[in-house]
């Protein structure tokens, strides 16, 4: 079965700073993976996405992740981190057995100081 | 576009009691779906619809139903609530069933079951 997993439950960082989120996956075959944020008291919103080609996917709000097939990880990344992205990050997976059914991991928490 | 509505956004039940979670998108999205959130778990599917009367379960589909007479609309019913129901639920919709596409999500009902 597939499964997700986001190793850092909850992640500080001061603004300006960069990041990167870790997201690793279980999956036999080619994933269809994503990233989503939800900020407080919202639903999610897609910053990302990555099916196949340039294993480098560039998202909204400045945001870009990494596919590493070797590693099984698709980890998100921004350089330069603002306080409005104070949100709960959570990288997701699509089967291809049923492609809308989507297997999310736990989400990583990202607090910013000022 | 509305895009993906929910009602109510709160709800206090007691257990044993009764109600519908409302769910609607006005993008005229074949697929729909409903998601539970809880801590440290992600989101998890409840269950799905590919189209209007068609409706199959997700990976916790226990004490819910659903049914999907129109297009647009897509409730949750909890039959007789249970302490373990307390959660976030959210709504899903995409146009489409493939993995290409992209979900949209509602903003959430927030449940607590005394």
């Known amino acids: 079965a597939q499964s997700v997993t986001q190793p850092d439950i909850h992640i500080t960082v001061s603004e300006g700073a960069s990041l990167e989120l870790r997201c690793n996956y279980s999956?036999?075959?080619?994933?269809?993976l994503f990233w989503y944020v939800q900020s407080p008291g919202q639903g999610l919103q897609l910053l990302l996405k990555?099916?196949?080609?340039?294993?480098l996917v560039q998202g909204i709000k400045g945001f870009e992740a990494e596919f590493k097939r070797s590693q099984s990880s698709f980890n998100l990344r921004k350089p330069s981190v603002h306080w409005s992205d104070a949100a709960e990050y959570f990288c997701?997976?699509?089967?291809?057995?049923?492609?809308?059914?989507?297997?999310f991991g736990p989400g990583t928490r990202l607090s910013v100081l000022p | 576009n509305a895009g993906v509505t929910q009602t109510p956004k709160f709800q206090v039940l007691k257990t044993g009691q009764s109600m519908t979670l409302q769910c609607a998108q006005d993008?005229?999205?074949?697929?729909m779906s409903w998601y539970r959130q809880d801590p440290g778990m992600g989101l998890r599917l409840i269950h799905y619809?590919?189209?209007?009367?068609?409706?199959d379960q997700g990976e916790v589909p226990n004490g819910y139903n659903v049914s999907r007479s129109t297009t647009e609309d897509f409730p949750l019913r909890l039959l007789s609530a249970a302490p373990s129901q307390t959660s976030v639920y959210f709504c899903?919709?995409?146009?489409?069933?493939?993995?290409?596409?992209?979900?949209?999500f509602g903003p959430g009902t927030r449940l607590l079951v005394l």
């Open positions: 899903a919709s995409s146009s489409r069933t493939t993995r290409e596409e992209t979900q949209y």
């Open positions: 999956y036999g075959a080619t994933p269809y």
């Open positions: 990555y099916f196949s080609g340039d294993t």
């Open positions: 997701a997976v699509a089967p291809d057995n049923y492609g809308q059914n989507f297997v």
């Open positions: 993008m005229n999205h074949e697929y």
């Open positions: 619809s590919v189209g209007a009367g068609i409706t």
